[in-house]
């Protein structure tokens, strides 16, 4: 969640800094609401303080054989003040809350300005981009060729979107993702969790899918439930309401199928299962403190990378413009994949850093070395996701008569004798 302090503070450089991140938010009435909700709270605090000290006074008053009539009429008219102002708070906050949950996160400042993809940055790349000699074919060739998928069959049991991987796919999958799970918690220092993969209104709207995104979520309404976009969701509420004890940093990481009904994409990479409805994803969470956050940002990112230099994969780092990163995103790096069948880069994990933005909403805190409690800063990475990695193997692994070759790193996984995909 936004912290409203910083408007307070300087509401000019954030206006200035949410200029970049398309918010539609209503800065001014934020401001007027926080302002008559602090109103309200100062008003009752001094009536409550009145109320006690006239209470008491009824009591001095009764031993002395006063009247307490008119002071006890007081008391019960302030009570009336008191109720009045909470009630009036309660609804100030009510509609505060609603709009400060549509803010997004500020973007750290060396994120480039823009306001798409364009101004992306590519600040690395690794490998060399393959070029075949010979005509390309792309994923959705390959994979109908080499039985890796039936998308006409998925499509029949659930609707387009819905990848069916079958025999030698449904076991390159499963390769995958047992190849991440291992490099990650046996190498990288992730703790390895299977959580739901369904959750509850309060989950979404602390790591920041909801409000913004519900129309891209597929909601089971008569439970209110919603099925998971991504790992992040369920693994980095793991530590709502809760004061961490550390040591920090705390990384996470977890297998699940992420459902998005991405109800604007319609119309781009329908073709295949570049953009699908449901797809698996090894996720890595971290959770540490502010002075680490930047360094753990690094390490997630690195992390990443490994597994596609493990696969032998070409690829490249964006840094993503203030414009294209996600909403509750401080900064955020993309690895995109190069693929030879389609002549382009296609992305393939994000790694964001969310600073406190996330455990603000969902109140996830920690001590200091002084004893202080404080937010967390939370950061997640795809680690990876596994339908565009299968496109990616298909594509840079085909040969000419129509095998495909895929990668020696996932022999103990598949067999030598599995890696070669022949018609």
Known sequence: MFDIRLLRDDPEAVRQRLST???????????RLDAARRDAVTKADKLKTERNAASKGIG??????EDTAPAQER????GEEIASLDLLRRDIEEKLRTLVLAIPNLPQED??????ESANVVVGTWGTPKELPFPARDHVALGE????????????????????????????ERALISFMLDMHTGENGFTEVSPPFVVNRASMTGTGQLPKLENDMYHV????LFLIPTAEVPVTNLYRDEIMPGPFPVRRVAYTPCFRRE???????????????????????????????AEEHQYLVRCAQKVLERLGLAYRTVLLSSGDQSFAAAKCYDLELWVPGSKRWLEISSISNFEAFQARRMNIRYRDGKGKIDFVHTLNGSGVSLARMVVALLENGQREDGSVRLPDALAPYLGEANLVLAP
Do not use: N, W, Y
């Open 75 to 78: 008391v019960r008219a302030i």
């Open 221 to 224: 309404d008569a439970d209110d």
């Open 21 to 31: 991140r398309h918010c539609p938010v209503d800065l001014d009435e934020v401001l």
């Open 145 to 172: 060729a080499l039985h890796v998928f039936d998308l006409p069959r998925g499509a029949k049991i659930t609707g387009a979107g819905f990848p069916l991987f079958t025999g030698r796919g449904a076991r390159l």
């Open 111 to 116: 994120v480039p300005v823009g306001e798409d």
């Open 60 to 65: 001095m008053r009764k031993k002395a054989g």
């Open 263 to 293: 109800a604007g994409a319609a119309g781009r990479d329908t073709r295949g299962i570049v953009r699908v409805h449901q797809f698996d994803k090894v996720e890595m969470v971290a959770f540490t403190t502010p002075e680490k956050s």
